[in-house]
């Protein structure tokens, strides 16, 4: 079946409007989606001027994509979103991240069927960024100072994860809720600059839609064979660009080169593998030749080793 696209010309307002004009129920601020498109809610939020929030938390019937046009007039505005996927094996080859990116920029984001995905947008104006960090070029406005169109995504931390579980529960009308809100925002805000402000950005530059396009190509390779990498030469090739840009851009927006990145995807791929294979089949389906290896990365970056990793699954499933 098709994916169904959805454009957003001004914002995921968009998806709001769309929800509601196909059936969905508008309660306490919510629009549960009708059963035809899935099962969950989307919340609009203005929390003040200058702060739109957007709420995603559902399942979707349908692969949707959803396209952000760019608009051209709006240089004080930035867009954050948080998308965070469940562990099944239905989200293989969509990463829980956080995105940080110019109104000028062209986007678009696919959203996979029948994966439970919490999903929160913010559209900010600078001005009140600026306010709440006290200097217009603190922490990642540094990067957005100029006209210049720009994007960074991060993987998201515990801590990012955990404020979003908070801000995706269903909240009863109350008058105090526009301060929560605006409490989480700040904190999922906080949490967010702090993992961008250990990059670097000297030596940024501005990107064009088409740039944007070809590097969540290469990204999009790279998670679609985590048994098998395509190498570099290959990624510049598919891309249409040299290799050292593609290093570059692909460092620049995402923090890390194209090898780190695809061992991080791959080790969350065999998180979400090792609930229903044993640990020596997952290393084999993901091509680690030497499960020695393997156990020492997973640790590395989980602090356990797929063995224990598997008993705590099979402990806590028992419970």
Known sequence: MPARSIPVANGLRMLFDKALAEGGQLVDGYVHLPSSVGNGFIKLVSIEPGLLLTIHRYYL????????????????????????????????????????????????????????????????????LAYWLGNPQAGPLGLFTDQQPRLVEAL????????????????????????????????????????????????????????????????????????????????????????TKLKQLFHQVFGSSPYAYYQ??????????????????????LGYTNLGHFAQLFKRQYGLTPKRYKAALVIRDTH
Do not use: C
């Open 264 to 285: 991080v995807a791959r080790l969350q791929q065999a998180k979400r593998l090792l609930a229903q294979w044993s640990v020596s089949e997952v290393g084999h389906q």
């Open 61 to 128: 019937q349908e692969e949707t994509v959803v396209e952000r046009l760019a608009e051209q007039n709006q240089a004080e505005r930035l867009l954050v979103s948080f998308q965070s996927f469940d562990p099944a094996l239905s989200a293989a080859g969509h990463l829980s991240t956080a995105q940080l990116a110019s109104t000028s920029i062209a986007f678009r984001t696919v959203l996979p069927a029948h994966t439970l995905i919490f999903f929160v947008g913010l559209v900010v104006e600078k001005a009140v």
């Open 156 to 243: 998201l931390t515990p801590e990012i994860q955990a404020a979003l579980q908070d801000i995706a529960t269903l909240r009863p009308a109350n008058e105090l809720n526009v301060l929560f809100y605006r409490i989480k925002v700040q904190e999922l805000l906080y949490w967010l600059f702090q993992e961008l402000a250990q990059r670097s950005i000297d030596g940024s530059r501005a990107l064009h839609s088409t740039d944007v396009a070809r590097i969540f190509q290469v990204r999009a390779a790279l998670l679609s064979s985590l048994d098998n990498p395509p190498s570099l030469a290959q990624l510049a090739q598919s891309a249409g660009m040299g290799q």
